[in-house]
Nanobody, 121 residues
Framework: QVQLVESGGGLVQPGGSLRLSCAAS????????MGWYRQAPGKERELVAS???????NYADSVKDRFTISRDNAKNTVYLQMNTVKPEDTAVYYC???????????????WGQGTQVTVSS
């Protein structure tokens, strides 16, 4: 069992900042990557940003130069610093973990419960 606990969502004004956190716990032997996805009403879930154990990062074009993903390996925690937010950033943000357990070498994926981010004045 793996648990992902997200925090930091809420209401923010356009141009403001917000920081999301996601802490992973449970039967994790090693982590391949952590990331953030989002889903707006009526749209498909999309990748926002991801980061590997080696700190390789990947960003959606729409958030480059505004959002920064980082992680604390010791705490199995990933962060998303959101700056200069726009109304189109409004969505439910989901934390994603790619990992393996000690006794199962198959790469697995787990999702958080989601946290709402609303950008509005």
């Amino acid at each position: 069992q793996v648990q992902l606990v997200e925090s930091g969502g809420g209401l923010v004004q356009p141009g403001g900042s917000l920081r999301l956190s996601c802490a992973a716990s449970g039967s994790i032997f090693s982590i391949y990557a952590m990331g953030w996805y989002r889903q707006a009403p009526g749209k498909e879930r999309e990748l926002v940003a991801s980061i590997t154990t080696g700190d390789n990062t990947n960003y959606a074009d729409s958030v480059k130069d505004r959002f920064t993903i980082s992680r604390d390996n010791a705490k199995n925690t990933v962060y998303l610093q959101m700056n200069t937010v726009k109304p189109e950033d409004t969505a439910v943000y989901y934390c994603n973990l790619e990992y393996r357990t000690r006794y199962n070498p198959v790469r697995q994926r787990s999702w958080g419960q989601g946290t709402q981010v609303t950008v509005s004045s």
